[in-house]
């Protein structure tokens, strides 16, 4: 629950500007959510598709494993 809650305020300060990180008087830049020529332009690295896709796989089964402990932990009998 607690990781959760990590997790919501990281995304909300992703998300909504950080006060010090405007100067007094200045606008923020515009941009778009997903700069797409960006990821474009990552994707043509030769190297970046799979460091993504072994980092994908790695999250993926990180949470299997998380999963099936806290399975495996709540079948366990007391006192064995």
Same mark, same amino acid.
């Given at each position: 629950?607690?990781? %959760? ?5 990281? @995304? =909300? ?5 950080? +006060?010090?990180? @405007?100067? #007094?008087?200045?606008? &923020?830049?515009?941009? %778009? ?11 043509? *690295? #030769?190297?970046? #598709?799979? @460091? =993504?896709? *072994?980092? $994908?796989?790695?999250?993926?089964? $990180? &949470? +299997?494993?998380? *999963? *099936?402990?806290? &399975?495996?932990?709540? !079948? !366990?009998? #007391?006192?064995?």
């Amino acid at each position: 629950m607690q990781a %959760a809650v990590l997790s919501g305020i990281a @995304l =909300l300060l992703a998300i909504f500007p950080i +006060a010090e990180s @405007l100067r #007094p008087g200045s606008k &923020a830049a515009g941009h %778009a959510l997903i700069d797409w020529a960006s990821v474009h332009d990552a994707f043509d *690295t #030769p190297s970046v #598709p799979a @460091l =993504l896709a *072994t980092a $994908f796989a790695s999250v993926v089964s $990180f &949470a +299997a494993f998380e *999963t *099936t402990l806290f &399975a495996a932990a709540q !079948r !366990r009998e #007391p006192g064995v």
